[in-house]
Nanobody, 122 residues
Framework: QVQLVESGGGLVQAGGSLRLSCAASGGAFSSYAMGWFRQAPGKEREFLATINWSGGSKVYADSVKGRFTISRDNAKSTVQLQMNSLKPEDTAVYLC???????????????WGQGTQVTVSS
């Protein structure tokens, strides 16, 4: 079973950038599809981006396409989310997840990190 720990969150001004990282341990990282989701207070968990085991396939939500980039380093068992042109509405807890198939539904990912807070000020 894989364990996931996110890092890199913080407070940033609108228009700024952050780079989130998720470190995996305890499992065969290179066999998992990895996803990033976010959840704001009072809102449902929202899919952001996902990447397949090799990094050759990526899917993005329309809300972040062109601003966010997902990548992975199988040698280091990490997945990153580069976030540019941040907006106040991007404020949320950001979570990474591991699953066995590439997809946008949170139900496809059995393993989750605890999340890292991202706050974008206007």
């Amino acid at each position: 079973q894989v364990q996931l720990v996110e890092s890199g969150g913080g407070l940033v001004q609108a228009g700024g950038s952050l780079r989130l990282s998720c470190a995996a341990s305890g499992g065969a990282f290179s066999s998992y599809a990895m996803g990033w989701f976010r959840q704001a207070p009072g809102k449902e968990r929202e899919f952001l981006a996902t990447i397949n085991w090799s990094g050759g396939s990526k899917v993005y939500a329309d809300s972040v396409k062109g601003r966010f980039t997902i990548s992975r380093d199988n040698a280091k068992s990490t997945v990153q989310l580069q976030m540019n042109s941040l907006k106040p509405e991007d404020t949320a807890v950001y979570l990474c997840a591991a699953g066995f198939v590439l997809g946008t539904g949170s139900n496809l990912y059995p393993y989750w990190g605890q999340g890292t807070q991202v706050t974008v000020s206007s």
